[in-house]
């Protein structure tokens, strides 16, 4: 039997999540200190009174006696108390601030409640730094994630939506966060609908203006244009984005409505005018209301901040097309499509120019 380290005892109506944050914790803590006498952190989900007073009381240090040889920490949760970010961290700082007294007491030292406070605040502040992460999530959830992110990247967004399933399944505390990120890969699989319902439900309790923006994405690409600029004006109203700007113009402009678009791609380029998207949108906008001129040169200013915009080299041999220069035009449809060959296809299916004239 080990005469020294520091162990934990958790009663089984300690919630979970709640227990396993306390686990990592404690492992931690044996990484940092060397526990020359063994002591027990006993985690009860009762509430009691002490005995020579009405004073409630959440956590103590207990010196050994003649009937028990070892120390102990007790560490007392209310039975109505559910496990909150604000529960987990008064937990690990109790039992932080419990280990500090009992090297105090290693030590002979005089007990200051004080000395013990200062240096549990750093043992906690320690621990989240190390860790990475708050208490939000414990480390079940941070591999979770992980494993998720990996399987995204990696474009197998089947598998990462199962995980992210799981996560809310078992009640992560962000689970607005984990709809929206079931929902953007089911975007990815442009399954369109099934990640309206996923935004839906990740707005219910969070109005965050990017997954507005999203559910508007998707809207758009169910050409729900109407319904699209609703929500990019919701993301647009929390928090002025540019790239909000920029896809509430493509509705506009899909429903023709090409003052309308020609306004959000200006106030798109306010909030940062080395944007290079939107000068290639209000091209192709002012292209549309037959501004050739203004058009060209709005193409010219997205390839001087973008060279290898294949859209913006397209969208200038349009309208070099349309002003009769037929050089130039056939010039910038090739850099087009030497930059990007999808848009040989493109060209094919407009059938302005000669196959011949294509490279």
């Not at 442009?190 to 707005?203: G, I």
Request: hydrophobic share 35%; glycine share 2%; with cysteine.
């Amino acid at each position: 039997m080990n005469s020294d380290g520091l162990t934990i005892r958790c009663e089984k109506d300690i919630d979970l999540k709640l227990r396993a944050v306390i686990i990592e914790f404690t492992r931690w803590l044996r990484s940092k200190y060397v526990f020359p006498i063994k002591v027990t952190v006993f985690i009860k989900n009762k509430y009691k009174s002490k005995s020579n007073d009405k004073e409630r009381f959440f956590s103590s240090f207990v010196m050994p006696n003649k009937e028990r040889g070892n120390p102990h920490i007790r560490i007392e949760v209310k039975n109505d108390m559910y496990d909150t970010i604000e529960l987990r961290e008064y937990v690990v700082y109790s039992i932080a601030y419990e280990v500090m007294i009992y090297m105090q007491w290693i030590k002979k030292l005089q007990f200051c409640d004080r000395d013990a406070e200062k240096q549990a605040n750093k043992l906690v502040e320690l621990f989240i730094e190390e860790r990475k992460d708050d208490l939000t999530i414990t480390n079940k959830e941070k591999k979770m994630l992980e494993l998720a992110d990996k399987k995204f990247n990696n474009k197998e967004f089947d598998k990462a939506i199962s995980i992210y399933k799981e996560m809310i399944k078992n009640d992560y505390y962000y689970i607005e966060w984990a709809y929206g990120s079931i929902a953007y890969c089911y975007d990815c699989l442009e399954n369109y609908n099934e990640s309206l319902v996923y935004y839906d439900k990740a707005l219910k309790n969070n109005k965050d203006s990017v997954i507005y923006m999203n559910k508007g994405f998707a809207l758009q690409a169910l050409e729900k244009h109407k319904e699209a600029i609703e929500n990019f004006d919701k993301s647009i109203k929390i928090k002025p984005c540019k790239e909000a700007y920029v896809f509430k113009a493509d509705s506009q402009g899909r429903i023709k409505n090409f003052k309308e678009a020609i306004e959000c791609c200006n106030e798109a380029l306010k909030l940062d005018e080395n944007y290079d998207v939107p000068y290639n949108r209000k091209g192709q906008f002012l292209y549309e209301i037959g501004e050739l001129k203004e058009a060209k040169r709005m193409f010219l200013k997205a390839i001087s901040l973008n060279p290898d915009y294949a859209d913006a080299y397209y969208n200038l041999a349009l309208a070099h097309m349309k002003l009769d220069d037929l050089k130039l035009s056939i010039k910038y449809l090739n850099k087009s499509i030497k930059l990007d060959e999808e848009y040989r296809r493109y060209a094919e299916e407009d059938g302005i120019w000669s196959i011949n004239y294509m490279k």
